[in-house]
């Protein structure tokens, strides 16, 4: 029997995954300020939103209550791959010659490939339960949709998906994936929605937006009484449902008496970063002193470049109005690899966060974290996905600097998702034709 420091692979049997979802509202020094009505501009009213998405996710959204049961049929699909393993990355830390001792969550093991499955199973089942039919959503690179679809699909009800353009062509297989579980594929922007066929009159090659995806699967479920609308990230109750890998992130750590020193997480809407990190994030709001870091891509920084302001989360001005981080509802974000991480805003309860000083944000360039990327594949035998690259360009960099200070820290981070779908991205950076933009 290894010493339990010694673990490489660390794991929780299936009766310690987490029964109750951790929700920050309840330990925030500020809270967000409240979403806006959009026609209105007045603090949005329960009722405002309940043509869109199912009651309980609604009351979600606003509690503060700090801990929320995962229901009994929620639990059950999640023991199909939770909990995930804690590994400890030694062949890598060998390679940087590092002292400090590296950490990933590897949610790259769910069966739909990403962390997204997390909340796709506890909204699927919301929304049935509510006697919801049909659920549409938009995808960018495709990980969304396809955990969205298996969710339908174990739930029985259909799944529509509003698929960026520019992903449609770039990932055929993730179309093909959402299909064999049933769901409906249309490119975005189409001409099915009022917003799409405004946008295509624009510019009839528009590579299309996750912004300009949302409008179209909003009107498409505000316009039928079966249908609902679902979010991949961004929202409180999207955030909340992530808090089972922090949680249980925070126990295997415990098993090897450790505690993280640095968290790192990439960062689109913010979803898997919040859902590591805000289970921590409570421990230093009680005065434990850890370093977050959210990494976003160079071509779509939010954190680092954009404003703290009210906005919209989608091209069409649909949506309430948010205060977050943003690059403005209209910012098109150029045809990175990583997909998912091309959205303009940014969690609410994310953004606050870091306005209070207790997240700190970097940003990379594509070249750089497929760099990474491929660094740690070489080492530790799995290809990340592209968005996942940013967090491994992170860790490498915080293990570097471990390394020239002499310090063993422990860092932590969130590998969010697999590449397998991705090798059309691969292909670019071993070809050479990765461009910076
Ligand atoms: C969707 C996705 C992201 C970005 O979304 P967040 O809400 O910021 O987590 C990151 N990694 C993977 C693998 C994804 O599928």
Request: glycine share 8%; net charge negative; aromatic share 10%.
């Given at each position: ?346 969690s609410p309860l994310v953004s606050q966060l870091y306005h209070d ?81």
């Amino acid at each position: 029997m290894r010493r339990e420091e010694e673990l490489t692979k660390i794991t929780l049997n299936e009766e310690e995954i987490p029964t109750k979802w951790y929700n920050i509202q309840a330990d925030m020094p500020n809270l967000p300020e409240p979403p806006l009505n959009p026609a209105t501009r007045e603090p949005l009213k329960p009722e405002d939103l309940s043509h869109l998405f199912p009651m309980e996710l609604i009351k979600q959204e606003a509690s503060t209550e700090r801990y929320i049961e995962i229901p009994e049929e929620v639990q059950n699909l999640y023991r199909l791959w939770r909990p995930t393993p804690l590994i400890r990355a030694r062949r890598l830390e060998k390679a940087l010659d590092t002292p400090a001792r590296i950490f990933y969550k590897n949610e790259g093991v769910s069966p739909a490939g990403s962390h997204k499955l997390n909340t796709s199973i506890p909204q699927a089942y919301y929304n049935k339960r509510e006697g919801i039919k049909r659920i549409t959503t938009e995808t960018g690179a495709g990980q969304w949709g396809s955990a969205l679809s298996m969710s339908c699909n174990f739930f029985g009800m259909e799944c529509v998906v509003y698929m960026v353009r520019v992903s449609f062509e770039q990932k055929p297989y993730r179309r093909t994936f959402m299909q064999v579980f049933g769901a409906q594929v249309i490119p975005s922007p189409s001409t099915l929605t009022e917003a799409g066929r405004e946008a295509l009159e624009l510019d009839p090659d528009t590579p299309g937006s996750l912004g300009l995806a949302i409008s179209e699967a909003v009107e498409d479920a505000a316009s039928r009484d079966d249908t609902a609308y679902s979010l991949g990230s961004v929202l409180n109750h999207v955030v909340l449902h992530q808090t089972v890998i922090g949680q249980e992130v925070k126990a295997q750590l415990e098993k090897i008496d450790a505690y993280p020193d640095v968290i790192i997480g990439c960062c689109g809407g913010g979803s898997n970063f919040a859902g590591l990190a805000f289970p921590f994030i409570k421990d230093k709001f009680e005065g434990k002193k850890i370093k977050i870091i959210a990494v976003e891509p160079a071509a779509c920084p939010t954190l680092t470049k954009g404003s703290f302001q009210y906005d919209y989360g989608d091209m069409a001005k649909m949506t309430p109005l948010m205060k977050m981080y943003t690059l403005g509802y209209d910012f098109v974000p150029s045809s990175i690899h990583a997909g998912g991480l091309r959205y303009h805003g940014e969690s609410p309860l994310v953004s606050q966060l870091y306005h209070d000083g207790y997240i700190e944000a970097v940003s990379y360039k594509q070249s750089e974290i497929f760099e990474a990327a491929v660094t740690f594949a070489r080492n530790e035998g799995i290809i990340p996905a592209p968005e996942s690259a940013h967090a491994v360009k992170a860790a490498i960099d915080e293990a570097l600097k471990c390394r020239e200070a002499g310090e063993a820290k422990n860092i932590v981070f969130g590998l969010s998702g697999h590449g397998y779908f991705d090798m059309t991205a691969y292909d670019a950076y071993i070809s050479g034709s990765l461009i910076d933009v």
